[in-house]
C-alpha cells in the first residue's frame, strides 16, 4: 500500500469517527491533547487497574529509588518479565516475556513514547540498539489482549520507554553521579510551556570503564553514551474551537561500548569471574541513533480525537569483534565448549587465551568488522471515539500503520596472528554487502464497551508484510506474509476494591527479511486471567497465563546460534507451551506521623515444554525443556521514608538457574556446561533533600558482591555485575 492509499484512508477513517459518535455521547471526556505529551501505552496506575490484561507503570518517583541506568534492573521489578546480562552493562539488552524468546529482545514490542524503537521492526527484530533508561522519566509493560494495539510482535507483550516530558512551566533538571569502575552519569535538561509553545532540550551522558579487566591491556571494557534530545510543541489556545496539538522530537546518540562475545572457560570464571582475555581487547561497538517524529493529534469534539505520527530512525553500528580463534569460530559449541570438555586441541586453545601460546592457523585470530546501517520509517495513526447507546459505553479505537525497513550489512575479516600474546596485524579481507527489506501496512480495530461494572474489549489485528534479503545473491529470500489475529479481553469491577480480568489473544511475529517464500511468522494463543485488590495506594495482582505456541520461532544469531548452530537466518523451532503465575504487589504498609513504609514486590513462576520437534534435524525435540527460562524469580523492595526528606530503600533479587539450550532433559546429556547459576543480590539507596530543589543520593547494587554464571553466550561463561557503589545530586529549578 502506498502512503498516498493510506493517507486516503486515514482521512476517510478520520471522517467515519464522527459519525460513530453520532449516538448519545456520554459524559466522560478524552483527555485533552494538551494534557499528554508522550502517547502512553497505559496510562497512570489507576489506568492500569482497568486493563483487561496485565498492566504495570513504573512511574518517575519509581525510578529515582534506586537511580538504576541498565534497563534489566528497571525490569526486575515487574512480573512475568525475564532479563540475561551478557555484559553487566545492558548494552545488549536481552529481555523476555512469559518463556518468549531467549535472544536479544526480538520477541517484545519496544516503543519510545508509542513510536516503534528497535532498528529494524519487521526486517530485523533483534534489540542491538536499545534506548538508554536512564533518560527515561517511566516505563511501561504491558501483556495480554491489548498489545494486539501496536505490534508487531504480540506473543508475548510490548515495553514502552516514556521520554522526559515537556514541563507546564519554565524548568530545569540536573542529575550527576560518579560511581566505582571510573563511572561517570549527567542527565540534565531544561525547557517550559510559554503560551502555546512549548520546548526542551536535554543530555544523557553516562560513562564507565566497566567492571571486566583486559588480560594485558589497560583498556577497560564498558562503554560511552552520548545522546541530544529537542522537542518543541505548538498547540492552540484554550477557548478554540477545535483543540490541536503539534509535537517535534529530534533525538541524536552514539555509544561507543569495549564489548566482547567472547566469555571464559568454566575453570577461568571460577578462578575471577571479571577476567576478559587479552586477545579480545580490539573488540570495540560503535553504535548511534538518529531519529525524528512529528505527531499531531487533532480533538474533533470532546469525545473524538485522531493522533497522526510520521517517524524516521537511522541505526548504524560498527561492531569489531571476535569471529575466530585458531580457526575454532566462536559459538556455544566455540572455543569455551571445547576447553571444557577437554578437547583434542584444549590445552592449545587455553594457552592462546592465556596468551602463552602462539595461534598456528592460517587465520590466527580472526576478527570480523561487522557495519550495519538500518533506516525505519512510518506513519501511523489512531483515532478514537466515545459514545454511548443507551445504558452501554463505548471507545470505538483503530488505527493504522505504514512501515518500511532497511537493513545492509558488511562484513570484512580482519586478520592477526598471536605472537608472545599481542596480536600482529596480517591482513584485511574484503566482503560482499548485505541488504534486506521489509514492508509492512497494519491496521488494528477495537471497542471498549462498559455496561456498569463490566468491560468488554475485543480486538482485531492485521499485519501485511512483504521481505526481500539478497535477492541478487545465491542465497537470497523473498516472502509476502498476511496474517489477522483476534482478540478479547474481560474487566469486571466486582467492587471498589476488586477487580477480576481475563483475556485471550492469538500472537504473532515477523519471521524478518531473511524468510524464504512460504515462511509464517511466530505464531500462539495467549489465555490469561486474575484478579487485582486496590485499596487506597495498596496494590495487588494475581495473574495467571498460558501461552500455546504452535509455531515458534528463533532468530540464529552469533548471539543467539539456534539449535543446529546456525547463526544466520530464522528457524522454525517446534512448538511449546507455556504457563505461570505472576504477583505483583505495589504500596505503602503504613503512612502516618510523617512516615511511610513502601513495599513493592513482583514474582513469576513459569514452567512449560516443547510439544513438538523442529523442522531441523539437529533442532528442538518434543518434550524438551525451555531454555533460558528459571522457574521462580521475584524482586522485593522494602523503603523507609519521612517527610523531612529522608529515605531509605532496599531490593532483593532472586533467579533460578535455567538451562541455556533445550536439550538438559534428555536422556544421557551432560548439564555441567549448559547451565546456569541461582543468583541472589540486594541493591541499597538512600536519599537526603537537602533543600525542596536539592537531594543527594547514594546507592550500591548488588551490595554483597554476589557472582553467579547468568549467561553462556555466545561463547563461554558470563557473570552478573560486580558490587557497584554511586552517589550523586539531583537538582530541580
Not at 158 to 182: K, Y
Not at 558 to 564: F, H, L, Q, R
Request: proline fraction near 4%; charged fraction near 20%.
Amino acid at each position: 500500500m502506498t502512503a498516498a492509499k493510506l493517507l486516503v484512508g486515514t482521512a476517510a477513517f478520520a471522517l467515519w469517527l464522527p459519525v460513530a459518535a453520532m449516538a448519545e455521547t456520554s459524559a466522560e471526556e478524552v483527555p485533552s491533547p494538551a494534557e499528554r505529551d508522550a502517547i502512553l501505552v497505559i496510562g497512570t496506575r489507576e489506568d492500569a487497574r482497568l486493563s483487561t490484561g496485565s498492566a504495570v507503570v513504573i512511574d518517575n518517583e519509581d525510578l529515582e529509588r534506586f537511580e538504576f541506568n541498565n534497563i534489566h534492573s528497571i525490569l526486575r521489578s515487574v512480573p512475568g518479565v525475564y532479563v540475561r546480562e551478557e555484559d553487566g552493562l545492558g548494552t545488549f539488552p536481552r529481555i523476555g516475556i512469559r518463556a518468549s524468546s531467549s535472544g536479544r529482545s526480538d520477541r517484545i514490542s519496544i516503543m519510545e513514547d508509542g513510536v516503534p524503537a528497535a532498528m529494524a521492526p519487521y526486517a530485523n527484530t533483534s534489540a542491538y540498539y536499545f534506548p538508554s533508561a536512564g533518560r527515561m522519566s517511566g516505563v511501561e509493560v504491558l501483556k495480554g489482549p491489548e498489545i494486539l494495539r501496536y505490534g508487531p510482535q504480540t506473543t508475548s507483550g510490548a515495553v514502552n520507554l516514556i521520554s522526559t516530558r515537556i514541563p507546564d512551566g519554565p524548568a530545569g533538571f540536573v542529575n550527576a553521579e560518579i560511581g566505582e569502575w571510573n563511572s561517570r552519569r549527567l542527565h540534565s535538561w531544561a525547557g517550559g510551556t510559554f503560551g502555546q509553545f512549548g520546548v526542551l532540550a536535554e543530555t544523557y551522558q553516562n560513562r564507565t570503564d566497566g567492571f571486566q579487566k583486559i588480560d594485558r591491556s589497560n583498556r577497560g571494557a564498558g562503554n560511552d553514551v552520548r545522546e541530544y534530545m529537542l522537542k518543541l510543541r505548538w498547540r492552540a489556545p484554550e477557548g478554540a474551537a477545535i483543540q490541536q496539538q503539534l509535537d517535534l522530537k529530534l533525538f541524536k546518540g552514539d555509544n561507543d561500548a569495549d564489548v566482547s562475545y567472547l566469555g571464559l572457560t568454566d575453570a577461568d570464571f571460577q578462578r575471577n569471574p571479571d577476567r576478559r582475555y587479552g586477545l579480545s581487547e580490539r573488540e570495540r561497538m560503535v553504535q548511534g541513533r538518529r531519529s525524528a517524529s512529528l505527531q499531531h493529534r487533532f480533538e474533533i469534539t470532546p469525545n473524538i480525537s485522531l493522533i497522526s505520527t510520521g517517524y524516521v530512525t537511522k541505526t548504524f553500528r560498527d561492531y569489531t569483534r571476535l569471529n575466530q580463534i585458531n580457526g575454532v569460530g566462536i559459538a556455544v559449541s566455540g572455543i569455551a565448549a571445547q576447553v571444557n570438555n577437554g578437547g583434542q586441541n584444549a590445552a592449545l586453545l587455553q594457552g592462546i587465551l592465556d596468551g602463552t601460546a602462539n595461534t598456528t592457523h592460517p587465520n590466527g585470530v580472526r576478527y570480523v568488522d561487522n557495519f550495519q546501517r538500518f533506516l525505519s520509517r512510518g506513519l501511523q495513526f489512531e483515532g478514537r471515539a466515545r459514545f454511548a447507546t443507551g445504558s452501554i459505553e463505548h471507545e470505538l479505537m483503530g488505527g493504522v500503520r505504514w512501515h518500511k525497513d532497511e537493513a545492509r550489512t558488511q562484513a570484512p575479516n580482519i586478520i592477526y596472528n598471536q605472537v608472545n600474546g599481542s596480536l600482529v596485524f596480517n591482513r584485511r579481507e574484503t566482503a560482499a554487502e548485505n541488504e534486506g527489506f521489509a514492508k509492512a501496512t497494519s491496521f488494528w480495530i477495537a471497542d471498549r464497551i462498559r455496561f456498569g461494572g463490566l468491560t468488554l474489549l475485543p480486538l482485531l489485528r492485521h499485519e501485511n508484510i512483504r521481505s526481500l534479503a539478497n535477492v541478487a545473491l545465491p542465497n537470497g529470500a523473498r516472502n509476502n506474509l498476511k496474517k489477522t489475529t483476534l482478540g478479547l479481553g474481560l474487566n469486571y469491577e466486582a467492587s471498589e476494591q476488586w477487580t477480576l480480568l481475563a483475556g485471550v489473544h492469538q500472537g504473532f511475529a515477523p519471521p524478518g527479511s531473511t524468510a524464504i517464500q512460504g515462511s509464517k511468522g511466530e505464531e500462539s494463543t495467549n489465555y490469561e486471567g486474575g484478579v487485582r485488590f486496590r485499596s487506597g495506594g495498596f496494590s495487588v495482582d494475581v495473574i495467571g497465563f498460558y501461552t500455546d505456541y504452535s509455531n515458534a520461532l528463533r532468530n540464529c544469531l552469533v548471539g543467539n546460534p539456534c539449535a543446529d548452530g546456525s547463526v544466520d537466518g530464522v528457524q522454525q523451532d517446534g512448538a511449546k507451551k507455556v504457563y505461570g503465575l505472576e504477583v505483583g504487589v505495589s504500596g505503602n504498609l503504613y503512612e502516618g506521623n510523617g512516615f511511610r513504609l513502601p513495599v513493592r514486590l513482583a514474582y513469576t513462576y513459569t514452567d512449560g515444554k516443547y510439544t513438538q520437534a523442529a523442522d531441523v534435524a539437529t533442532g528442538v525435540r518434543k518434550d524438551d525443556v525451555l531454555d533460558y527460562t528459571p522457574k521462580h524469580i521475584g524482586r522485593l523492595e522494602f523503603g523507609l521514608e519521612h517527610d523531612v526528606g529522608l529515605s531509605f530503600n532496599a531490593g532483593f533479587n532472586y533467579s533460578d538457574g535455567a538451562c541455556v539450550n533445550t536439550t538438559c532433559g534428555r536422556a544421557g546429556v551432560d548439564t555441567r556446561f549448559i547451565t546456569t547459576q541461582s543468583l541472589f543480590t540486594i541493591d541499597l539507596s538512600a536519599t537526603y533533600a537537602l533543600t525542596p530543589s536539592v537531594d543527594i543520593y547514594a546507592r550500591a547494587e548488588n551490595l554483597l558482591d554476589e557472582r553467579r554464571l547468568v549467561h553462556r553466550g555466545s561463547d563461554g561463561a558470563r557473570p552478573n555485575p560486580a558490587r557497584y557503589i554511586g552517589g550523586g545530586v539531583r537538582v530541580n529549578f
